[in-house]
Nanobody, 129 residues
Framework: QVQLVESGGGSVQAGGSLRLSCAAS????????????MAWFRQAPGKEREAVAS????????YYVDSVKGRFTISRDNAKNTLYLQLNSLKPEDTAMYYC??????????????????WGQGTQVTVSS
């Protein structure tokens, strides 16, 4: 069973930066980490969980929600089974629990929450003004 463990969250002032990491394990003898699209989602209190960014299995195609374009960067290291999210120029509205997620099928990718079937426990990002 795939396990995803996020780290790197914290409290920063507006304009600051954080780097989130997500370590993946438990892929077994079938498809590997490097075969799956991965994504970061976030959920603020009282709001729906939204896709922040996704990256295809090869790390070549990325998607960002409009509100983070130019500020956040998603990347992956397939040799280390690790997903990253660099958060720059943080704003108070970025405050949320951030989750990494694994796409349900190899090779394909989109940002629909229902198409992801493994989730981490989340890491909290708090941005003060």
């Amino acid at each position: 069973q795939v396990q995803l463990v996020e780290s790197g969250g914290g409290s920063v002032q507006a304009g600051g930066s954080l780097r989130l990491s997500c370590a993946a394990s438990g892929y077994g003898s079938g498809y590997a980490y490097s075969n799956y699209c991965m994504a970061w989602f976030r959920q603020a209190p009282g709001k729906e969980r939204e896709a922040v960014a996704s990256i295809d299995f090869a790390g070549e195609i990325t998607y960002y929600v409009d509100s983070v374009k130019g500020r956040f960067t998603i990347s992956r290291d397939n040799a280390k089974n690790t997903l990253y999210l660099q958060l720059n120029s943080l704003k108070p509205e970025d405050t949320a629990m951030y989750y990494c997620a694994k796409y349900s099928r190899p090779w394909r990718c989109n940002s629909a929450r229902s198409d992801y079937n493994a989730w981490g426990q989340g890491t909290q990002v708090t941005v003060s003004s």
